[in-house]
């Protein structure tokens, strides 16, 4: 008899047991909507969740793969719209104001006071992580757009220097070119195409034409003769571009410079991710520099990880997922693999690649003289719809024959009408 009690009472409570681990188990989860399906970011991506794993944080993964982001961006739509939102999204610029105004982000504003945010992270990420007074995301990085990745020994080989200026680069792509080496390794997306605008646009204008074009949407700007010499340039690079662009991710046109296929990739950031990942040293393997004629300007870009209402008991995870984000330990640990710089203001460059030290005072030096500029192409300029009028204009100017005074009129009417 005494037997019997004790095994049905041991069973009793192994059955509790199971049903309150099973319950921990599963509020401990944070499911993450993301892009970063590249090996590079992959690997950087890999960081966080082990942060978590350490805090026995489960991580239901969720990637919608594209680059830029937009892809993801309409997965995480139909997901919110039907009441399924991820615990977190990763997210950039002027969309997490968009969902930041919907009421639907949650509010962090108690850990972002623990953590002290206002304090570290920079004022040109902030303006995007809050709306109203409310932190709704956690900034993980900042890349910037205005780079060009080069492959060493393709470079000393071919006898080209590190070019100083627009006409430099062409230059040097010219002849790489009868070298017969693909010159820029590059991918025909929308976005791609974008990114290479980003850069091409500050070289030929400066940041007070950048702002006044992609910014603030002046119309003279945008159909002054600078933006149609961006444009002429734009053709310029179609000239240098491989037959076999068409469609090919930015990771695989990343893979042509690091295989020495290719001399040189315009391309935010996340490309020395690719580098690194392959094993590539900078300095050594891979050179890094400023889209000529832009050094002292940034074009920047934030990841942020925006988070989503969610119900109460997935909301600790919740927590710890961002506290984890903003710890320094993590920033480090996170952007030395991605390529990108800190999200705050706080951290040493020590542990940071020669690319990485250079990105992060030059962020610094930008933010101090007021040449730091958000990305048109990556969100941070202007919002979705104007960015999209950017995006239809540039790749169906790079990608057919359409004039240079024709892409500046027609510039000029969708960005009007997108507005
Ligand atoms: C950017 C993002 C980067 C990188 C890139 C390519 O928009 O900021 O982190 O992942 O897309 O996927």
Redesign the pocket.
């Known amino acids: 008899m005494t037997v019997k009690i004790t095994i049905k009472k041991t069973f009793t409570s192994l059955l509790l047991t199971a049903a309150v681990s099973a319950s921990v188990a599963q509020a401990a989860e944070v499911e993450v909507l993301h892009?970063?399906t590249?090996g590079g970011?992959a690997q950087a991506l890999g960081t966080l969740r082990d942060t978590l794993k350490n805090q026995d944080i489960t991580w239901k993964d969720m990637p919608v793969a594209g680059?830029?982001?937009s892809s993801a961006m309409t997965v995480l739509r139909s997901r919110v719209m039907s009441g399924n939102a991820p615990t977190a999204a990763q997210m950039?610029g002027f969309d997490i104001l968009d969902w930041g105004d919907q009421g639907v982000t949650a509010n962090l504003n108690a850990v972002a006071a623990a953590g002290n945010w206002d304090a570290v992270v920079p004022e040109a990420l902030k303006r995007f992580s809050k709306s109203n007074g409310q932190w709704n995301a956690a900034p993980v990085?900042v890349?910037s757009t205005n780079w060009v990745w080069g492959n060493k020994a393709v470079l000393d080989k071919v006898g080209v220097a590190v070019p100083g200026n627009w006409d430099e680069f062409i230059q040097a792509m010219e002849k790489v070119k009868a070298a017969g080496v693909t010159p820029l390794a590059h991918g025909g997306q929308a976005w791609q195409d974008a990114t290479v605008f980003d850069g091409v646009l500050m070289a030929t204008g400066g940041i007070e034409f950048y702002r006044k074009a992609v910014v603030e949407l002046d119309e003279k700007a945008l159909t002054s003769k600078t933006m149609q010499l961006a444009f002429d340039r734009m053709r310029q690079l179609r000239t240098l571009v491989d037959d076999n662009f068409s469609g090919r991710d930015?990771n695989l046109a990343s893979s042509m410079v690091i295989n020495g296929e290719a001399a040189f990739q315009m391309m935010?950031d996340?490309a020395k991710g690719e580098f690194l990942n392959a094993g590539k040293v900078p300095g050594k393997d891979f050179v890094c520099f400023r889209t000529p004629g832009t050094q002292g300007t940034v074009t920047f870009?934030a990841?942020q990880f925006a988070m989503f209402k969610v119900d109460e008991n997935r909301r600790d995870a919740q927590i710890k997922m961002a506290s984890a984000i903003m710890s320094p330990e993590f920033q480090i640990a996170f952007n030395t693999v991605?390529g990108?710089a800190p999200a705050r203001t706080d951290i040493s460059d020590a542990a940071f690649d020669n690319c990485g030290k250079k990105a992060m005072a030059d962020l610094k030096e930008a933010g101090a003289n007021n040449t730091l500029v958000g990305s048109m192409a990556?969100g941070h300029a202007s919002p979705a719809a104007v960015k999209n009028a950017f995006y239809d204009v540039i790749t169906a100017h790079f990608n057919g024959d359409m004039s240079s005074s024709e892409a500046v009129k027609q510039l000029a009417a969708s960005v009007k009408n997108a507005i």
Do not use: A
């Open positions: 892009w970063w590249s970011e680059g830029g982001g950039m990085n890349h930015w935010g996340w870009n990841d991605k990108s990556h």
